[in-house]
């Protein structure tokens, strides 16, 4: 595709871990020096593979969270899943220092190009923000005009990850809205009891579909499958509306 | 290959029987797609086959689900890297609905709701390799899984395996479909890890 930072053959290779940050008590952000980084488009995700010492091995998919300046270390940010065999392992053990194998940049539909005119409509599920995370920096670093508005799904004011930066941006990235909302529990002063997403949290926080935005839903797998119904039933054009699943129920 | 990852043991080792490189087993149901879920009403629905010349096969619901249907119970695997087990379903062979097609194209392009194509080799469909699906685990399919009929060939990564279905197009040369022209492979054979353009 035209556009897409896809080599012709995605290879496997060695990051370093650079650094780690908690994003929240059960996300965290790995950073990943990859000496052979082709670049990528935001919302495009890497493929990472683990072997243990007898060879057994894991693959998993994460959104990539940075945006590509074109240089620099490129970051994903992880969900902990208590269950789950891979991701504790990536919140929980992983330290600077450490080697990681991994691929990509993998997607050429899930993406946002800067080059699109219309107005943007992020909405995420919990770690499904990742992705959009990376759309709205690489906006604030383009100083792009598209205005975007984010409705980010989250069960409690601690689960918010990347909450500091979005404030922030609110503030210096013209054009650019955020609305939480809480499933749980609400911060102290919040109009309203907590909810899931939505016909009105769609409706008063989303762009009209006469304004034909370009839709971006992102997170577990029923979440996505609800917001996406809701924005379809609204009017949008479902052609407009791209999905990335992360899975669950 | 491989650099082991340190400190890393892997907890669904022993749920790992048989799978293709880099799969993992999963009793949930996972959902790929690339936008909203249609809702496409039985009455609106129907499946059309046109051959290279341009001539039309076409069925609609009650004429589909009249034809002789198959049970049928194959292991899945999809590209983001689960694997389920024997797997349930009811459906109509290609066999049976290329019966009366005739075509001397070698390829064929997956039509379906919304738009979204994918490609395959004619000869991927044929002899009781394909079929489109109507029931998952004895109930009518899900429109998150693909319903009212999605395409099922389980010996390919799944997203060949195009959900809502509408349609099959005869082509003399092979084309990409919506997920192979945004970067996954042409064939997408599971066992040899054909995942992305280029394996
Ligand atoms: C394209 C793509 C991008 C992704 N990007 C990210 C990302 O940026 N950040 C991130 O944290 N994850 C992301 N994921 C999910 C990630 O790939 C793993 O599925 C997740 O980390 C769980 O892996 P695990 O090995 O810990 O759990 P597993 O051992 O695979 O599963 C543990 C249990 O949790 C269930 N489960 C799996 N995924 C989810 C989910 N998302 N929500 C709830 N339950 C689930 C499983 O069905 C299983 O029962 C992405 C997935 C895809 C397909």
């Given at each position: 595709m035209a556009g897409t930072a896809l080599p012709g053959r995605l290879i496997w290779q060695a990051a370093t871990v650079s650094a780690v940050r908690a994003e929240t008590p059960s996300a965290r952000t790995i950073v990943l020096d990859i000496p052979d980084w082709p670049g990528h488009l935001p919302g495009q995700h890497l493929d990472l593979r683990l072997t243990a010492e007898d060879g057994y091995s894991a693959q998993r998919s994460y959104s990539i969270a940075s945006d590509w300046p074109g240089a620099g270390p490129v970051e994903i940010t992880v969900q902990r899943l208590?269950?789950?065999?891979v991701s504790p392992y990536l919140t929980d053990v992983v330290e600077p220092g450490d080697r990681i194998e991994l691929r990509g940049p993998i997607g050429g539909w899930f993406v946002w190009r800067s080059a699109q005119p219309a107005p943007v409509l992020l909405v995420a599920g919990g770690s499904g923000v990742v992705p959009l995370m990376s759309m709205i920096r690489e906006r604030g670093r383009l100083r792009a005009r598209q205005p975007f508005r984010l409705i980010y799904s989250v069960r409690?004011?601690?689960?918010?990850?990347?909450a500091g930066e979005l404030r922030r941006r609110v503030r210096d990235d013209p054009g650019l809205d955020v609305h939480f909302v809480y499933t749980r529990k609400t911060p102290?002063?919040?109009?309203?009891p907590p909810k899931r997403i939505d016909v009105a949290t769609l409706n008063s926080h989303g762009w009209p579909p006469d304004f034909a935005p370009d839709v971006f839903v992102c997170g577990p797998t029923s979440f996505v499958e609800t917001a996406a119904d809701i924005l379809v039933a609204l009017g949008h054009d479902p052609s407009k509306v791209r999905t990335e699943r992360f899975g669950g129920g | 290959m491989g650099i082991i990852s340190r400190g890393f043991g892997g907890r669904r080792r022993d749920s790992?029987?048989?799978?293709?490189?880099g799969q993992y087993l999963t009793q949930d149901f996972p959902v790929l797609s690339a936008g909203p879920t249609p809702r496409i009403p039985l009455d609106r629905w129907s499946f059309t086959i046109t051959t290279e010349t341009g001539r039309k096969h076409t069925w609609d619901w009650a004429e589909f689900t009249a034809l002789p249907a198959e049970e049928i119970t194959r292991d899945i695997h999809c590209v983001t890297k689960w694997s389920k087990l024997g797997t349930t379903w009811k459906g109509v062979s290609l066999d049976t609905l290329f019966e009366d097609v005739e075509t001397a194209a070698d390829y064929v392009m997956a039509h379906s709701k919304g738009g979204y194509t994918t490609n395959v080799p004619l000869q991927d469909l044929l002899d009781g390799q394909a079929w489109i699906a109507y029931e998952f685990d004895g109930e009518p399919l899900d429109p998150e899984h693909g319903g009212p009929a999605r395409l099922l060939i389980?010996?390919?990564?799944?997203?060949?395996?195009?959900?809502w279905v509408n349609g099959l197009e005869m082509m003399h040369e092979d084309e990409p479909g919506f997920w192979e022209a945004a970067g996954y492979h042409t064939y997408g054979d599971p066992w040899l890890e054909q995942r992305y353009q280029g394996d």
């Amino acid at each position: 595709m035209a556009g897409t930072a896809l080599p012709g053959r995605l290879i496997w290779q060695a990051a370093t871990v650079s650094a780690v940050r908690a994003e929240t008590p059960s996300a965290r952000t790995i950073v990943l020096d990859i000496p052979d980084w082709p670049g990528h488009l935001p919302g495009q995700h890497l493929d990472l593979r683990l072997t243990a010492e007898d060879g057994y091995s894991a693959q998993r998919s994460y959104s990539i969270a940075s945006d590509w300046p074109g240089a620099g270390p490129v970051e994903i940010t992880v969900q902990r899943l208590e269950d789950g065999e891979v991701s504790p392992y990536l919140t929980d053990v992983v330290e600077p220092g450490d080697r990681i194998e991994l691929r990509g940049p993998i997607g050429g539909w899930f993406v946002w190009r800067s080059a699109q005119p219309a107005p943007v409509l992020l909405v995420a599920g919990g770690s499904g923000v990742v992705p959009l995370m990376s759309m709205i920096r690489e906006r604030g670093r383009l100083r792009a005009r598209q205005p975007f508005r984010l409705i980010y799904s989250v069960r409690t004011p601690e689960d918010a990850s990347f909450a500091g930066e979005l404030r922030r941006r609110v503030r210096d990235d013209p054009g650019l809205d955020v609305h939480f909302v809480y499933t749980r529990k609400t911060p102290d002063g919040w109009p309203a009891p907590p909810k899931r997403i939505d016909v009105a949290t769609l409706n008063s926080h989303g762009w009209p579909p006469d304004f034909a935005p370009d839709v971006f839903v992102c997170g577990p797998t029923s979440f996505v499958e609800t917001a996406a119904d809701i924005l379809v039933a609204l009017g949008h054009d479902p052609s407009k509306v791209r999905t990335e699943r992360f899975g669950g129920g | 290959m491989g650099i082991i990852s340190r400190g890393f043991g892997g907890r669904r080792r022993d749920s790992a029987p048989d799978l293709p490189p880099g799969q993992y087993l999963t009793q949930d149901f996972p959902v790929l797609s690339a936008g909203p879920t249609p809702r496409i009403p039985l009455d609106r629905w129907s499946f059309t086959i046109t051959t290279e010349t341009g001539r039309k096969h076409t069925w609609d619901w009650a004429e589909f689900t009249a034809l002789p249907a198959e049970e049928i119970t194959r292991d899945i695997h999809c590209v983001t890297k689960w694997s389920k087990l024997g797997t349930t379903w009811k459906g109509v062979s290609l066999d049976t609905l290329f019966e009366d097609v005739e075509t001397a194209a070698d390829y064929v392009m997956a039509h379906s709701k919304g738009g979204y194509t994918t490609n395959v080799p004619l000869q991927d469909l044929l002899d009781g390799q394909a079929w489109i699906a109507y029931e998952f685990d004895g109930e009518p399919l899900d429109p998150e899984h693909g319903g009212p009929a999605r395409l099922l060939i389980p010996h390919l990564y799944f997203w060949k395996s195009a959900k809502w279905v509408n349609g099959l197009e005869m082509m003399h040369e092979d084309e990409p479909g919506f997920w192979e022209a945004a970067g996954y492979h042409t064939y997408g054979d599971p066992w040899l890890e054909q995942r992305y353009q280029g394996d």
